[in-house]
């Protein structure tokens, strides 16, 4: 139905002047998205914190995992060139969140196709502006720039004490949900410049220069803590955080960085 009003409005009998979309190139498909039969942005193994991923291979991911058109006459034909015009030309990127309780970190599958499409953009020679809409309160919309809602949710949530407190008191689970937070938090920082490094020292500070918390990941899900320590590896490897602690490497090879 979205395919059918769009070619609709690009074909009508409209001023140019009135129509956007008479204006532009020839209407092509205008909504994309994986395979038939397949989900995801792109191979699992690029969210992998030991590889050396970069923008540009994710980027290149989310262009052939995503660019499949969907439409009147269309169940997920192939059209890579229509997508990376389509994102080539784009002015902006615009997410929307309407699920309570979600947020730019709260996995790495919203990282992954966030990041994607701004990494696919950026190899296509375009960085339009990053967008999260929140539609989570009906009636009351909130823009926020993509930079600015993953600064919120490492603020307002990841390193907040009373979001912390409660992790611990799930025990194993919790210890995963907070893996899955700086997991989501490198994916952002390999595929868009949204992420400082001062965003990594925030959540060493309150995660794993903490002993309680440190001691909580080791103890209540070994693997969590391995999985948070090669984050941070992995962020200094790349340059994505440049700590001046003179015990990150201890504390990190206490958690089971390799």
């Given amino acids: 139905l979205f395919d059918l009003v769009v070619q609709r409005l690009a074909t009508s009998d409209e001023d140019v002047g009135d129509n956007p979309l008479r204006r532009a190139a020839a209407p092509g498909p205008r909504a994309f998205g994986p395979a038939a039969g397949s989900y995801g942005a792109g191979p699992a ?51 929307t969140f309407d699920v309570p309780g979600q947020d730019a970190l709260d996995s790495t599958t919203l990282a992954q196709h966030g990041g994607g499409i701004a990494a696919a953009a950026a190899s296509l020679g375009n960085r339009p502006a990053s967008w999260h809409l929140d539609m ?35 025990g194993y689970r919790g210890a995963g949900e907070l893996a899955e937070t700086a997991e989501a938090l490198l994916v952002w920082a390999r595929a868009t410049d949204f992420v400082p490094s001062s965003h990594f020292e925030r959540l060493f500070e309150a995660w794993c220069s903490d002993d309680a918390v440190r001691g909580f990941l080791i103890s209540a899900n070994p693997g969590a803590a391995r999985a948070v320590a090669a984050v941070f590896s992995a962020a200094q490897r790349q340059g994505f955080w440049h700590s001046r602690r003179n015990s990150t490497a201890a504390l990190l090879a206490e958690m089971g960085a390799s």
Avoid: C
Wanted: hydrophobic share 45%; proline share 3%.
């Fill in 45 to 95: 193994s690029l969210l992998n914190p030991a590889s050396d991923t970069d923008g540009g291979a994710l980027g290149a991911a989310y262009l052939a995992a995503s660019s499949h058109a969907y439409g009147a006459g269309d169940e997920g034909r192939q059209a890579g060139e229509a997508f990376a015009a389509r994102l080539a030309a784009a002015q902006a990127l615009v997410h």
């Fill in 136 to 170: 989570t309160k009906p009636g009351a919309a909130r823009l926020r720039s993509s930079g600015a809602d993953i600064a919120r949710a490492l603020l307002g949530r990841a390193t907040h004490p009373r979001w912390i407190a409660g992790q611990m008191r799930h």
